[in-house]
Protein backbone atom coordinates (compact mmCIF):
# COMPACT_ATOMS: atom_id res chain seq x y z
CA UNK A 1 0.00 0.00 0.00
CA UNK A 2 1.64 3.40 -0.61
CA UNK A 3 2.04 6.09 2.17
CA UNK A 4 -1.45 7.92 1.86
CA UNK A 5 -3.72 4.55 1.19
CA UNK A 6 -5.61 2.92 4.13
CA UNK A 7 -7.31 -0.21 4.93
CA UNK A 8 -9.30 2.29 7.19
CA UNK A 9 -9.21 5.90 7.83
CA UNK A 10 -11.45 7.09 10.94
CA UNK A 11 -12.30 10.91 10.71
CA UNK A 12 -12.66 12.05 14.15
CA UNK A 13 -10.63 11.04 17.16
CA UNK A 14 -13.58 11.54 19.72
CA UNK A 15 -14.36 8.28 21.91
CA UNK A 16 -16.20 6.89 19.11
CA UNK A 17 -13.21 7.33 16.66
CA UNK A 18 -10.50 6.26 19.14
CA UNK A 19 -12.36 2.69 19.79
CA UNK A 20 -12.93 2.45 15.81
CA UNK A 21 -8.49 2.69 15.53
CA UNK A 22 -7.82 0.53 18.63
CA UNK A 23 -10.29 -2.14 17.33
CA UNK A 24 -8.97 -2.32 13.50
CA UNK A 25 -5.59 -1.64 14.16
CA UNK A 26 -5.71 -4.85 16.26
CA UNK A 27 -6.79 -6.88 13.50
CA UNK A 28 -3.77 -5.66 12.14
CA UNK A 29 -5.60 -3.49 9.21
CA UNK A 30 -3.51 -0.50 7.88
CA UNK A 31 -5.37 2.78 9.90
CA UNK A 32 -4.88 5.83 10.15
CA UNK A 33 -6.99 7.86 13.01
CA UNK A 34 -7.54 11.83 11.82
CA UNK A 35 -8.38 14.57 13.83
CA UNK A 36 -8.34 18.33 13.64
CA UNK A 37 -7.62 19.37 16.97
CA UNK A 38 -3.97 19.01 18.64
CA UNK A 39 -5.34 16.11 21.08
CA UNK A 40 -7.60 13.52 20.83
CA UNK A 41 -10.24 13.06 22.81
CA UNK A 42 -13.21 15.49 21.42
CA UNK A 43 -15.48 16.19 24.99
CA UNK A 44 -13.44 13.72 26.34
CA UNK A 45 -11.14 15.93 27.87
CA UNK A 46 -8.94 17.41 30.11
CA UNK A 47 -6.42 20.32 30.08
CA UNK A 48 -4.43 21.97 32.69
CA UNK A 49 -3.89 25.54 33.88
CA UNK A 50 -1.95 26.79 37.09
CA UNK A 51 -1.80 23.54 37.91
CA UNK A 52 -5.44 23.01 38.25
CA UNK A 53 -6.65 20.18 36.06
CA UNK A 54 -10.51 20.37 34.57
CA UNK A 55 -12.39 17.85 32.44
CA UNK A 56 -13.10 19.98 29.46
CA UNK A 57 -16.22 17.64 28.12
CA UNK A 58 -18.64 15.07 30.16
CA UNK A 59 -17.14 15.31 34.19
CA UNK A 60 -17.15 11.57 34.67
CA UNK A 61 -18.24 8.35 33.34
CA UNK A 62 -20.39 6.07 33.25
CA UNK A 63 -19.74 2.23 32.23
CA UNK A 64 -22.86 1.20 31.04
CA UNK A 65 -22.00 -2.15 30.57
CA UNK A 66 -19.78 -1.02 28.07
CA UNK A 67 -16.83 1.19 29.26
CA UNK A 68 -15.20 -1.26 30.72
CA UNK A 69 -15.93 -4.49 28.91
CA UNK A 70 -14.30 -2.77 26.04
CA UNK A 71 -10.88 -1.92 28.35
CA UNK A 72 -10.56 -5.60 29.37
CA UNK A 73 -11.54 -6.54 25.89
CA UNK A 74 -8.51 -4.42 24.48
CA UNK A 75 -6.50 -5.65 27.47
CA UNK A 76 -6.14 -2.01 28.73
CA UNK A 77 -5.69 -0.99 32.08
CA UNK A 78 -6.72 2.44 33.70
CA UNK A 79 -6.95 3.38 37.12
CA UNK A 80 -10.30 4.92 38.33
CA UNK A 81 -12.20 5.69 41.31
CA UNK A 82 -16.08 5.80 42.00
CA UNK A 83 -17.38 9.58 41.36
CA UNK A 84 -19.43 10.05 43.77
CA UNK A 85 -22.55 11.99 43.32
CA UNK A 86 -24.84 14.33 45.26
CA UNK A 87 -28.30 15.97 44.68
CA UNK A 88 -28.98 19.22 46.57
CA UNK A 89 -32.13 21.29 46.60
CA UNK A 90 -32.02 24.83 48.05
CA UNK A 91 -30.25 23.94 51.48
CA UNK A 92 -31.21 20.55 51.32
CA UNK A 93 -28.26 18.05 49.97
CA UNK A 94 -28.14 14.52 49.48
CA UNK A 95 -25.42 12.00 48.83
CA UNK A 96 -26.35 9.49 46.73
CA UNK A 97 -24.69 6.06 48.37
CA UNK A 98 -26.65 2.85 46.77
CA UNK A 99 -30.04 2.13 46.20
CA UNK A 100 -31.13 2.87 49.14
CA UNK A 101 -30.75 6.51 48.13
CA UNK A 102 -33.76 6.57 46.11
CA UNK A 103 -35.79 6.97 49.85
CA UNK A 104 -34.28 9.18 50.98
CA UNK A 105 -34.54 11.58 47.85
CA UNK A 106 -38.39 10.47 48.13
CA UNK A 107 -37.92 12.26 51.83
CA UNK A 108 -36.20 14.92 50.33
CA UNK A 109 -38.75 16.09 47.73
CA UNK A 110 -41.72 15.18 50.44
CA UNK A 111 -39.63 17.88 52.79
CA UNK A 112 -39.30 20.58 50.02
CA UNK A 113 -43.13 19.98 47.91
CA UNK A 114 -44.89 18.51 51.15
CA UNK A 115 -48.69 19.59 49.08
CA UNK A 116 -47.48 17.01 46.78
CA UNK A 117 -46.77 13.63 48.59
CA UNK A 118 -48.75 11.57 46.75
CA UNK A 119 -47.71 12.78 43.44
CA UNK A 120 -43.87 11.74 44.82
CA UNK A 121 -44.80 8.47 46.12
CA UNK A 122 -45.81 7.54 42.30
CA UNK A 123 -42.77 8.85 40.57
CA UNK A 124 -40.75 7.45 42.91
CA UNK A 125 -42.65 3.76 42.14
CA UNK A 126 -41.86 5.00 38.23
CA UNK A 127 -38.19 5.46 38.77
CA UNK A 128 -37.92 2.53 40.71
CA UNK A 129 -39.37 0.58 38.11
CA UNK A 130 -36.71 2.47 35.08
CA UNK A 131 -34.37 1.26 37.60
CA UNK A 132 -35.34 -2.28 37.78
CA UNK A 133 -34.98 -1.98 33.86
CA UNK A 134 -31.94 -0.57 33.70
CA UNK A 135 -30.23 -3.64 35.39
CA UNK A 136 -32.02 -6.10 33.22
CA UNK A 137 -30.22 -3.51 30.17
CA UNK A 138 -27.27 -3.08 32.36
CA UNK A 139 -26.98 -6.63 33.70
CA UNK A 140 -23.94 -8.24 31.47
CA UNK A 141 -21.14 -7.08 29.86
CA UNK A 142 -22.22 -5.83 26.92
CA UNK A 143 -22.12 -8.79 24.20
CA UNK A 144 -20.69 -6.60 21.39
CA UNK A 145 -17.27 -6.21 23.50
CA UNK A 146 -17.30 -10.49 24.32
CA UNK A 147 -15.79 -13.05 21.75
CA UNK A 148 -19.08 -14.76 21.32
CA UNK A 149 -16.78 -17.75 19.03
CA UNK A 150 -14.99 -18.56 21.71
CA UNK A 151 -16.47 -17.29 25.31
CA UNK A 152 -18.87 -20.58 25.77
CA UNK A 153 -19.28 -19.65 29.49
CA UNK A 154 -20.34 -16.15 28.82
CA UNK A 155 -23.03 -17.34 25.79
CA UNK A 156 -24.41 -20.32 27.69
CA UNK A 157 -24.29 -19.06 31.49
CA UNK A 158 -25.15 -15.22 30.94
CA UNK A 159 -26.49 -14.15 27.23
CA UNK A 160 -28.55 -16.85 26.86
CA UNK A 161 -30.92 -16.59 30.19
CA UNK A 162 -30.17 -12.75 29.83
CA UNK A 163 -31.57 -12.42 26.00
CA UNK A 164 -35.56 -13.33 26.90
CA UNK A 165 -35.25 -10.67 30.02
CA UNK A 166 -33.63 -7.85 27.91
CA UNK A 167 -36.50 -8.73 24.71
CA UNK A 168 -39.04 -8.22 27.29
CA UNK A 169 -38.00 -4.77 28.73
CA UNK A 170 -36.55 -3.05 25.54
CA UNK A 171 -40.42 -3.43 24.47
CA UNK A 172 -41.34 -1.64 28.28
CA UNK A 173 -38.71 0.91 27.15
CA UNK A 174 -39.71 1.88 24.17
CA UNK A 175 -43.24 2.38 25.66
CA UNK A 176 -41.30 4.87 27.41
CA UNK A 177 -39.96 7.20 24.71
CA UNK A 178 -41.95 10.06 25.01
CA UNK A 179 -40.70 13.61 26.10
CA UNK A 180 -40.20 13.48 29.60
CA UNK A 181 -41.81 16.97 30.40
CA UNK A 182 -44.93 15.77 28.63
CA UNK A 183 -44.51 12.43 30.48
CA UNK A 184 -44.25 14.22 33.74
CA UNK A 185 -47.51 15.97 33.68
CA UNK A 186 -49.68 12.72 33.72
CA UNK A 187 -48.02 12.08 37.05
CA UNK A 188 -47.37 15.59 38.18
CA UNK A 189 -49.70 18.14 38.67
CA UNK A 190 -47.07 20.36 40.69
CA UNK A 191 -44.84 22.69 38.04
CA UNK A 192 -42.19 22.98 40.28
CA UNK A 193 -41.78 19.78 41.56
CA UNK A 194 -41.79 18.56 37.71
CA UNK A 195 -38.99 21.06 37.07
CA UNK A 196 -36.99 20.35 40.30
CA UNK A 197 -36.93 16.53 38.57
CA UNK A 198 -36.50 17.19 35.07
CA UNK A 199 -35.08 20.55 34.22
CA UNK A 200 -31.22 19.10 33.87
CA UNK A 201 -32.24 17.15 31.05
CA UNK A 202 -32.06 18.14 27.66
CA UNK A 203 -35.37 19.66 26.27
CA UNK A 204 -37.58 16.29 24.89
CA UNK A 205 -35.43 13.40 26.39
CA UNK A 206 -36.61 10.51 26.42
CA UNK A 207 -38.94 9.50 29.12
CA UNK A 208 -36.62 6.08 30.14
CA UNK A 209 -33.41 7.82 30.00
CA UNK A 210 -34.24 11.04 31.92
CA UNK A 211 -35.53 8.80 34.52
CA UNK A 212 -32.57 6.47 34.91
CA UNK A 213 -29.98 8.31 35.84
CA UNK A 214 -31.19 8.04 39.56
CA UNK A 215 -29.51 4.62 38.31
CA UNK A 216 -26.36 6.27 36.66
CA UNK A 217 -25.81 8.55 39.33
CA UNK A 218 -24.27 5.28 41.25
CA UNK A 219 -22.59 3.92 38.30
CA UNK A 220 -20.39 7.08 37.38
CA UNK A 221 -16.62 6.69 37.76
CA UNK A 222 -13.66 8.58 37.34
CA UNK A 223 -10.40 7.65 35.74
CA UNK A 224 -7.69 8.96 38.05
CA UNK A 225 -5.92 11.92 36.50
CA UNK A 226 -9.07 13.37 34.65
CA UNK A 227 -11.46 11.39 32.01
CA UNK A 228 -9.08 12.68 29.65
CA UNK A 229 -6.99 9.34 30.61
CA UNK A 230 -9.69 7.58 28.40
CA UNK A 231 -8.95 8.56 25.65
CA UNK A 232 -4.99 8.71 26.59
CA UNK A 233 -4.94 4.97 27.36
CA UNK A 234 -6.71 4.28 23.78
CA UNK A 235 -4.71 6.29 22.00
CA UNK A 236 -1.61 4.48 22.77
CA UNK A 237 -2.99 1.29 22.23
CA UNK A 238 -3.53 2.58 18.53
CA UNK A 239 -0.37 3.24 18.69
CA UNK A 240 0.58 0.15 20.08
CA UNK A 241 -1.25 -1.88 17.99
CA UNK A 242 0.98 -0.05 14.80
CA UNK A 243 -2.27 1.96 13.67
CA UNK A 244 -1.17 5.97 12.62
CA UNK A 245 -2.84 8.76 14.19
CA UNK A 246 -2.32 11.82 12.26
CA UNK A 247 -3.52 15.52 14.69
CA UNK A 248 -3.96 18.99 13.57
CA UNK A 249 -5.90 17.85 10.24
CA UNK A 250 -9.04 19.02 9.54
CA UNK A 251 -10.75 16.78 6.64
CA UNK A 252 -12.46 19.21 3.99
CA UNK A 253 -13.58 16.72 1.33
CA UNK A 254 -14.74 13.66 1.01
CA UNK A 255 -15.30 11.84 -2.85
CA UNK A 256 -16.61 9.20 -2.46
CA UNK A 257 -16.11 7.42 -5.36
CA UNK A 258 -12.75 7.55 -5.54
CA UNK A 259 -12.11 6.73 -1.71
CA UNK A 260 -10.58 9.50 -1.28
CA UNK A 261 -10.38 12.45 1.58
CA UNK A 262 -8.45 15.88 1.14
CA UNK A 263 -7.32 17.69 3.62
CA UNK A 264 -6.89 21.71 5.39
CA UNK A 265 -2.91 21.34 3.48
CA UNK A 266 -5.08 19.48 0.24
CA UNK A 267 -2.87 16.57 1.21
CA UNK A 268 -5.33 13.75 0.14
CA UNK A 269 -5.96 10.06 1.30
CA UNK A 270 -7.20 7.05 0.01
CA UNK A 271 -9.12 4.55 2.27
CA UNK A 272 -11.01 1.33 1.81
CA UNK A 273 -13.46 2.24 4.52
CA UNK A 274 -14.03 4.89 5.85
CA UNK A 275 -15.54 5.54 9.17
CA UNK A 276 -16.81 9.60 9.84
CA UNK A 277 -16.69 10.02 13.63
CA UNK A 278 -17.41 13.74 13.70
CA UNK A 279 -20.51 15.96 13.15
CA UNK A 280 -22.27 14.60 10.33
CA UNK A 281 -24.16 17.44 8.92
CA UNK A 282 -20.59 18.22 8.03
CA UNK A 283 -19.84 15.05 6.25
CA UNK A 284 -23.10 15.05 4.26
CA UNK A 285 -22.45 18.73 3.13
CA UNK A 286 -18.40 17.76 1.94
CA UNK A 287 -19.18 14.61 0.80
CA UNK A 288 -19.41 13.69 -3.45
CA UNK A 289 -21.24 10.38 -4.64
CA UNK A 290 -19.98 11.04 -8.38
CA UNK A 291 -19.78 7.99 -9.86
CA UNK A 292 -22.01 5.60 -7.71
CA UNK A 293 -25.36 3.83 -9.23
CA UNK A 294 -28.45 6.39 -9.01
CA UNK A 295 -29.87 4.44 -6.26
CA UNK A 296 -27.01 5.19 -4.06
CA UNK A 297 -26.68 8.81 -4.80
CA UNK A 298 -30.48 8.95 -4.49
CA UNK A 299 -30.70 7.57 -0.77
CA UNK A 300 -27.82 9.47 0.07
CA UNK A 301 -29.76 13.07 -0.91
CA UNK A 302 -32.55 11.58 1.42
CA UNK A 303 -30.40 10.97 3.84
CA UNK A 304 -28.49 14.06 3.75
CA UNK A 305 -32.15 15.87 3.54
CA UNK A 306 -32.85 14.71 6.71
CA UNK A 307 -29.64 15.50 8.47
CA UNK A 308 -29.37 18.90 7.25
CA UNK A 309 -32.87 19.80 8.35
CA UNK A 310 -32.60 18.38 11.60
CA UNK A 311 -30.74 20.57 14.85
CA UNK A 312 -28.06 19.33 17.08
CA UNK A 313 -29.32 18.68 20.92
CA UNK A 314 -28.84 21.38 24.36
CA UNK A 315 -25.39 22.89 24.11
CA UNK A 316 -23.61 23.49 27.73
CA UNK A 317 -22.28 26.49 29.26
CA UNK A 318 -18.52 25.61 31.79
CA UNK A 319 -17.68 27.90 34.20
CA UNK A 320 -14.06 27.15 35.16
CA UNK A 321 -12.86 28.37 38.57
CA UNK A 322 -9.93 28.73 40.89
CA UNK A 323 -10.02 28.68 44.16
CA UNK A 324 -8.09 29.73 46.47
CA UNK A 325 -9.61 27.40 49.51
CA UNK A 326 -8.95 23.70 50.58
CA UNK A 327 -10.62 20.99 48.40
CA UNK A 328 -11.60 19.28 52.05
CA UNK A 329 -13.88 22.69 52.78
CA UNK A 330 -15.95 22.07 49.20
CA UNK A 331 -16.02 18.36 50.05
CA UNK A 332 -17.45 18.60 53.78
CA UNK A 333 -20.81 20.46 51.99
CA UNK A 334 -21.21 17.76 48.86
CA UNK A 335 -19.41 15.06 46.76
CA UNK A 336 -17.40 16.46 43.74
CA UNK A 337 -19.99 15.59 41.20
CA UNK A 338 -23.03 17.88 42.65
CA UNK A 339 -26.23 18.72 40.99
CA UNK A 340 -27.70 21.63 42.77
CA UNK A 341 -30.72 23.56 42.06
CA UNK A 342 -30.57 26.73 44.10
CA UNK A 343 -34.57 27.46 44.06
CA UNK A 344 -37.16 24.70 44.66
CA UNK A 345 -39.64 27.49 41.90
CA UNK A 346 -38.14 25.60 39.23
CA UNK A 347 -37.49 27.40 35.55
CA UNK A 348 -40.89 27.33 34.36
CA UNK A 349 -41.37 28.56 31.16
CA UNK A 350 -38.03 30.39 31.40
CA UNK A 351 -35.48 28.12 29.43
CA UNK A 352 -38.32 27.75 26.75
CA UNK A 353 -41.16 29.76 25.81
CA UNK A 354 -39.87 32.98 27.36
CA UNK A 355 -35.98 31.82 26.04
CA UNK A 356 -37.96 31.20 22.07
CA UNK A 357 -39.82 34.96 21.86
CA UNK A 358 -36.27 36.39 23.17
CA UNK A 359 -34.60 34.38 20.09
CA UNK A 360 -37.40 34.65 17.86
CA UNK A 361 -37.30 38.57 18.34
CA UNK A 362 -33.86 38.81 18.95
CA UNK A 363 -33.91 42.17 16.79
CA UNK A 364 -36.32 44.14 18.92
CA UNK A 365 -35.60 43.08 21.92
CA UNK A 366 -33.34 45.06 24.30
CA UNK A 367 -30.37 43.91 25.81
CA UNK A 368 -32.23 44.89 29.26
CA UNK A 369 -34.95 42.37 28.83
CA UNK A 370 -32.02 39.87 27.79
CA UNK A 371 -30.51 40.52 30.98
CA UNK A 372 -33.33 40.10 33.32
CA UNK A 373 -34.33 37.15 31.64
CA UNK A 374 -30.72 36.22 32.64
CA UNK A 375 -31.43 37.03 36.21
CA UNK A 376 -34.19 34.62 36.22
CA UNK A 377 -32.59 31.98 34.06
CA UNK A 378 -29.69 31.28 36.93
CA UNK A 379 -31.37 31.63 39.90
CA UNK A 380 -33.89 29.11 38.83
CA UNK A 381 -31.79 27.03 36.59
CA UNK A 382 -30.07 23.11 38.10
CA UNK A 383 -26.32 22.96 37.77
CA UNK A 384 -24.03 20.38 37.51
CA UNK A 385 -20.79 21.43 39.64
CA UNK A 386 -17.50 19.06 39.44
CA UNK A 387 -14.51 19.01 41.86
CA UNK A 388 -11.82 17.20 40.37
CA UNK A 389 -9.82 16.93 43.08
CA UNK A 390 -12.51 15.71 45.10
CA UNK A 391 -12.27 12.78 42.74
CA UNK A 392 -8.58 12.25 42.88
CA UNK A 393 -6.86 14.96 44.73
CA UNK A 394 -3.48 14.74 42.59
CA UNK A 395 -5.75 17.27 40.49
CA UNK A 396 -4.94 20.75 42.40
CA UNK A 397 -2.41 22.42 43.50
CA UNK A 398 -2.31 21.88 47.62
CA UNK A 399 -4.80 23.99 49.69
CA UNK A 400 -6.60 24.99 46.12
CA UNK A 401 -9.18 24.48 44.44
CA UNK A 402 -10.49 23.78 40.67
CA UNK A 403 -14.21 23.77 40.43
CA UNK A 404 -16.38 23.66 36.79
CA UNK A 405 -19.87 25.14 37.19
CA UNK A 406 -21.99 24.13 34.24
CA UNK A 407 -25.76 23.71 32.66
CA UNK A 408 -27.50 23.66 29.44
CA UNK A 409 -27.63 26.25 27.66
CA UNK A 410 -29.22 27.35 24.03
CA UNK A 411 -26.65 27.93 21.05
CA UNK A 412 -28.85 29.94 19.20
CA UNK A 413 -28.78 32.72 22.06
CA UNK A 414 -24.83 32.97 22.15
CA UNK A 415 -24.78 32.89 18.24
CA UNK A 416 -27.35 36.20 17.99
CA UNK A 417 -25.73 37.84 20.71
CA UNK A 418 -22.27 37.17 19.00
CA UNK A 419 -23.78 38.33 15.74
CA UNK A 420 -24.98 41.42 17.68
CA UNK A 421 -21.22 41.89 18.78
CA UNK A 422 -21.73 41.71 23.18
CA UNK A 423 -20.83 38.20 23.37
CA UNK A 424 -17.88 38.95 25.76
CA UNK A 425 -19.88 41.19 28.06
CA UNK A 426 -22.49 38.68 28.21
CA UNK A 427 -20.17 35.93 29.03
CA UNK A 428 -19.04 38.62 31.70
CA UNK A 429 -23.08 39.23 32.73
CA UNK A 430 -23.62 35.33 33.05
CA UNK A 431 -20.81 35.12 34.78
CA UNK A 432 -21.35 37.20 37.53
CA UNK A 433 -24.51 36.10 37.57
CA UNK A 434 -23.62 32.39 38.15
CA UNK A 435 -21.12 33.03 40.59
CA UNK A 436 -23.52 35.26 42.72
CA UNK A 437 -26.44 32.40 43.10
CA UNK A 438 -23.80 29.62 43.87
CA UNK A 439 -22.06 32.01 46.54
CA UNK A 440 -25.12 33.15 48.13
CA UNK A 441 -26.57 29.71 48.33
CA UNK A 442 -24.14 25.93 48.74
CA UNK A 443 -20.81 27.64 48.38
CA UNK A 444 -20.37 31.08 49.98
CA UNK A 445 -15.86 30.67 50.16
CA UNK A 446 -16.65 31.54 46.53
CA UNK A 447 -17.51 34.86 47.09
CA UNK A 448 -13.75 36.20 47.39
CA UNK A 449 -11.46 33.33 47.07
CA UNK A 450 -11.51 33.64 43.35
CA UNK A 451 -8.19 33.30 41.73
CA UNK A 452 -9.19 33.06 38.26
CA UNK A 453 -11.92 31.97 36.43
CA UNK A 454 -12.63 31.51 32.27
CA UNK A 455 -15.36 29.97 30.44
CA UNK A 456 -16.46 27.94 27.27
CA UNK A 457 -20.09 28.43 25.59
CA UNK A 458 -21.72 26.61 22.84
CA UNK A 459 -19.44 28.44 20.98
CA UNK A 460 -16.49 27.43 22.46
CA UNK A 461 -17.72 23.70 21.99
CA UNK A 462 -18.35 23.76 17.98
CA UNK A 463 -15.64 25.68 17.39
CA UNK A 464 -13.68 22.84 19.01
CA UNK A 465 -14.93 19.86 18.46
CA UNK A 466 -16.96 21.01 15.24
CA UNK A 467 -20.20 19.76 16.25
CA UNK A 468 -23.61 21.27 15.08
CA UNK A 469 -25.07 23.51 16.85
CA UNK A 470 -22.59 22.73 19.53
CA UNK A 471 -24.28 19.58 20.54
CA UNK A 472 -22.82 17.30 23.17
CA UNK A 473 -24.81 14.56 22.63
CA UNK A 474 -25.90 14.45 18.96
CA UNK A 475 -29.60 15.06 17.89
CA UNK A 476 -31.87 16.98 19.57
CA UNK A 477 -34.93 15.13 20.50
CA UNK A 478 -37.97 15.24 18.22
CA UNK A 479 -40.63 12.94 16.41
CA UNK A 480 -38.93 12.35 13.62
CA UNK A 481 -35.05 11.22 14.47
CA UNK A 482 -32.36 11.68 11.24
CA UNK A 483 -30.85 8.18 12.71
CA UNK A 484 -31.67 4.84 14.44
CA UNK A 485 -33.00 5.55 18.24
CA UNK A 486 -34.64 1.92 19.15
CA UNK A 487 -31.76 -0.52 21.47
CA UNK A 488 -32.86 -3.46 19.03
CA UNK A 489 -31.80 -1.32 16.04
CA UNK A 490 -28.61 -0.08 16.80
CA UNK A 491 -26.81 -2.58 14.70
CA UNK A 492 -27.67 -0.77 11.84
CA UNK A 493 -27.12 2.83 13.18
CA UNK A 494 -23.29 2.23 11.83
CA UNK A 495 -24.72 2.47 8.57
CA UNK A 496 -24.64 5.12 6.03
CA UNK A 497 -25.87 5.05 2.10
CA UNK A 498 -22.35 4.45 0.66
CA UNK A 499 -21.41 1.05 1.40
CA UNK A 500 -17.59 1.60 2.50
CA UNK A 501 -18.53 4.43 4.67
CA UNK A 502 -19.62 4.00 8.02
CA UNK A 503 -20.72 6.60 10.63
CA UNK A 504 -20.09 6.35 14.77
CA UNK A 505 -20.51 8.25 17.72
CA UNK A 506 -22.93 10.87 19.30
CA UNK A 507 -24.82 11.34 16.12
CA UNK A 508 -25.41 8.21 14.56
CA UNK A 509 -27.94 7.15 17.15
CA UNK A 510 -30.08 8.66 19.69
CA UNK A 511 -30.25 8.88 22.63
CA UNK A 512 -25.97 9.23 22.86
CA UNK A 513 -23.66 10.20 25.40
CA UNK A 514 -19.67 8.33 25.93
CA UNK A 515 -21.03 4.89 26.59
CA UNK A 516 -23.31 4.86 23.32
CA UNK A 517 -20.38 6.65 20.92
CA UNK A 518 -17.93 3.94 22.24
CA UNK A 519 -20.55 1.04 21.32
CA UNK A 520 -21.12 2.92 17.16
CA UNK A 521 -17.12 2.85 17.18
CA UNK A 522 -17.15 -0.95 18.10
CA UNK A 523 -20.01 -1.44 15.93
CA UNK A 524 -18.31 0.20 13.05
CA UNK A 525 -14.88 -1.49 13.18
CA UNK A 526 -16.86 -4.81 13.44
CA UNK A 527 -19.10 -3.56 10.01
CA UNK A 528 -15.87 -3.01 8.53
CA UNK A 529 -13.93 -6.51 9.62
CA UNK A 530 -16.95 -8.01 8.03
CA UNK A 531 -17.27 -6.44 4.82
CA UNK A 532 -13.01 -7.05 4.70
CA UNK A 533 -13.59 -10.71 5.57
CA UNK A 534 -16.00 -10.87 2.65
CA UNK A 535 -13.28 -9.17 0.08
CA UNK A 536 -11.06 -11.68 1.17
CA UNK A 537 -13.61 -14.16 0.23
CA UNK A 538 -14.01 -12.71 -3.30
CA UNK A 539 -17.31 -11.38 -2.93
CA UNK A 540 -17.10 -7.68 -4.10
CA UNK A 541 -19.81 -5.72 -4.10
CA UNK A 542 -21.08 -3.82 -7.54
CA UNK A 543 -22.17 0.05 -6.55
CA UNK A 544 -20.91 1.71 -9.34
C1 LIG B 1 -20.13 19.26 29.63
C2 LIG B 1 -20.44 17.92 29.07
C3 LIG B 1 -21.04 16.97 29.87
C4 LIG B 1 -21.34 15.71 29.36
N1 LIG B 1 -21.90 14.77 30.20
C5 LIG B 1 -22.11 13.53 29.74
C6 LIG B 1 -22.57 12.51 30.61
O1 LIG B 1 -22.77 12.73 31.81
N2 LIG B 1 -22.76 11.27 30.11
C7 LIG B 1 -22.50 10.97 28.79
O2 LIG B 1 -22.65 9.82 28.39
N3 LIG B 1 -22.08 11.93 27.93
C8 LIG B 1 -21.87 13.19 28.36
N4 LIG B 1 -21.42 14.15 27.51
C9 LIG B 1 -21.38 13.86 26.06
C10 LIG B 1 -20.19 13.05 25.59
O3 LIG B 1 -19.00 13.61 26.06
C11 LIG B 1 -20.19 13.01 24.06
O4 LIG B 1 -21.47 12.65 23.58
C12 LIG B 1 -19.18 12.03 23.49
O5 LIG B 1 -17.91 12.24 24.08
C13 LIG B 1 -19.11 12.19 21.98
O6 LIG B 1 -18.04 11.44 21.47
P1 LIG B 1 -17.81 11.33 19.90
O7 LIG B 1 -16.54 10.62 19.69
O8 LIG B 1 -19.02 10.81 19.25
O9 LIG B 1 -17.72 12.83 19.36
P2 LIG B 1 -16.77 14.05 19.67
O10 LIG B 1 -16.29 14.03 21.06
O11 LIG B 1 -17.52 15.25 19.21
O12 LIG B 1 -15.51 13.80 18.73
C14 LIG B 1 -15.49 14.14 17.39
C15 LIG B 1 -14.04 14.45 17.03
O13 LIG B 1 -13.96 14.72 15.64
C16 LIG B 1 -13.09 15.81 15.42
N5 LIG B 1 -13.46 16.38 14.12
C17 LIG B 1 -14.61 17.05 13.83
N6 LIG B 1 -14.63 17.39 12.53
C18 LIG B 1 -13.49 16.92 11.99
C19 LIG B 1 -12.94 16.97 10.67
N7 LIG B 1 -13.58 17.55 9.65
N8 LIG B 1 -11.71 16.40 10.45
C20 LIG B 1 -11.04 15.80 11.49
N9 LIG B 1 -11.53 15.73 12.76
C21 LIG B 1 -12.73 16.28 12.99
C22 LIG B 1 -13.34 16.71 16.60
O14 LIG B 1 -12.29 17.62 16.82
C23 LIG B 1 -13.53 15.69 17.73
O15 LIG B 1 -12.30 15.39 18.36
C24 LIG B 1 -21.08 15.42 28.00
C25 LIG B 1 -20.46 16.37 27.20
C26 LIG B 1 -20.14 17.61 27.72
C27 LIG B 1 -19.45 18.62 26.83
Not at 341 to 356: A, V
Request: hydrophobic share 40%.
Amino acid sequence: MSENTYNTIIVGGGIAGLTSAAYLSRSKQKVLLIEKNKECGGLVNSFVRDGFHFDAGVRALEDAGIIFPMLKDLGIQLDVVKSKVSLGIENRILHIENLSSLKQYRDLLKEIFPESEGEIDEVIKIIRTVMKHMDVLYGIENPVFKDLKRDREFIFKKLLPWLPRFIFTVGKINRMNMPVEEYLTTVIKNTSLRDIISQHFFKNTPTFFALSYFSLYLDYFYPKGGVGKLPEVLKNKILENGGEIKTETKIIEVTAGKCLLKDQKNLTYKYDNLIWAADLKTFYKITSTEGFFPGIKTDFEESKNSILKNRGGDSVFSLFLEVDEPVENFGKIANGHFFYTPSKTGLGETHRKDLNSLINDFEKVEKTQILDWLDRFTKLNTYEISIPGLKDPELVPPGKTGMIISFLAEYDLFDKIQKAGWLDEFIAELEKRVLKVISDSVYPMLKDKIIARFSYTPLSIENRVGTSEGAITGWSFQKNMPVINKMQYSDRSVLTPIPSIYQAGQWAYSPAGVPMSILTGKLAADKVLKQTRKFKAGQYPDFK
